[in-house]
């Protein structure tokens, strides 16, 4: 089934979910740090750590948002950085803070949808997408264009939250995500949708084997998994 933000609107998930971003964007970095305690810093920084061995890449940041993971990624040095995301709202803050840093000479923002991608075959090294594969309306086309973006052999990197399973991990991480996060998440946004929406497409979401299963049906390969902070997240990597 299917898991949408607004539950009383009649659109399609991919033109609810663009709705949603650009209704939070402006409160979007405060409220993920804050709502996740700053773990989210920790899990980019390691999840960047797999790309570490490629030499002036060229990285596409799918579901870009803000450009969190774009500017992370500057640790490798890339030749240059391509943030794309449905949502211009989002992306305006992340020029704003491209713009900030001086950044700009190396990311570059990119409206668009990961499902339908505007490059061209083989165009990166490596492509990477933080807590927005989830949010796909379909997950296999937005997979299978990411791998003929991708160069033969280029690296993918998947950041994703997902469902603890042991106790009391998987009871506090319950509580917190039905109860406090719609709360404070609603409040500081003015949106309870979007952090409804949250965990509830985090529990529909095909984790661990089943996201495996997606990869490798999209054409990736060497596929690893890694979770993090007792599975509140999950790291997955994969060439093509
Ligand atoms: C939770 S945010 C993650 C942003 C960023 N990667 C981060 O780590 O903070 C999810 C993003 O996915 C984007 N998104 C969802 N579906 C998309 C699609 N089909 N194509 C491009 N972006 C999409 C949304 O607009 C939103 O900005």
Same mark, same amino acid.
């Given at each position: 089934?299917?898991?949408?933000?607004?539950?009383?609107?009649?659109?399609?998930?991919?033109?609810?979910?663009?709705?949603?971003?650009?209704?939070?964007?402006?409160?979007?970095?405060?409220?993920?740090?804050?709502?996740?305690?700053?773990?989210?810093?920790?899990?980019?920084? @390691?999840?960047?750590?797999?790309?570490?061995?490629?030499?002036?890449?060229?990285?596409?940041?799918?579901?870009?948002?803000?450009?969190?993971?774009?500017?992370?990624?500057?640790?490798?040095?890339?030749?240059?950085?391509?943030?794309?995301?449905?949502?211009?709202?989002?992306?305006? +803050?992340?020029?704003?803070?491209?713009?900030?840093?001086?950044?700009?000479?190396?990311?570059?923002? #990119?409206?668009?949808?990961?499902?339908?991608?505007?490059?061209?075959?083989?165009?990166?090294?490596?492509?990477?997408?933080?807590?927005? #594969? @989830?949010?796909?309306?379909?997950?296999?086309?937005?997979?299978?264009?990411?791998?003929?973006?991708?160069?033969?052999?280029?690296?993918?990197?998947?950041?994703?939250?997902?469902?603890?399973? +042991?106790?009391?991990?998987?009871?506090?991480?319950?509580?917190?995500?039905?109860?406090?996060?719609?709360?404070?998440?609603?409040?500081?946004?003015?949106?309870?949708?979007?952090?409804?929406?949250?965990? *509830?497409?985090?529990?529909?979401?095909?984790?661990?084997? *089943?996201?495996?299963?997606?990869?490798?049906?999209?054409?990736?390969?060497?596929?690893?998994?890694?979770?993090?902070?007792?599975? +509140?997240?999950?790291?997955?990597? *994969?060439?093509?």
């Amino acid at each position: 089934m299917t898991v949408k933000p607004y539950l009383t609107s009649d659109e399609g998930k991919k033109k609810q979910i663009k709705n949603m971003f650009d209704n939070i964007a402006p409160k979007y970095d405060f409220l993920n740090h804050f709502l996740s305690l700053g773990i989210d810093k920790i899990w980019r920084r @390691r999840a960047i750590g797999l790309l570490k061995d490629l030499k002036s890449p060229r990285i596409l940041d799918i579901a870009t948002g803000t450009g969190d993971l774009a500017i992370a990624s500057l640790r490798l040095k890339p030749q240059s950085v391509v943030g794309l995301d449905l949502s211009p709202q989002m992306l305006k +803050v992340g020029e704003e803070k491209i713009q900030k840093k001086k950044l700009d000479h190396i990311i570059s923002m #990119v409206e668009g949808d990961s499902e339908n991608l505007p490059f061209n075959d083989g165009e990166f090294d490596a492509a990477m997408v933080a807590f927005g #594969v @989830r949010n796909f309306e379909n997950l296999n086309a937005g997979l299978l264009e990411i791998n003929r973006v991708l160069k033969p052999g280029g690296k993918f990197m998947v950041l994703e939250f997902s469902n603890p399973t +042991v106790f009391p991990i998987k009871q506090l991480f319950k509580f917190y995500s039905s109860t406090i996060l719609p709360w404070w998440g609603g409040l500081l946004s003015k949106d309870k949708a979007a952090y409804t929406y949250l965990p *509830a497409s985090v529990a529909a979401f095909p984790e661990g084997q *089943a996201f495996v299963n997606e990869l490798e049906k999209a054409g990736f390969t060497s596929l690893r998994v890694w979770k993090q902070t007792f599975g +509140v997240a999950t790291i997955y990597f *994969a060439h093509k």
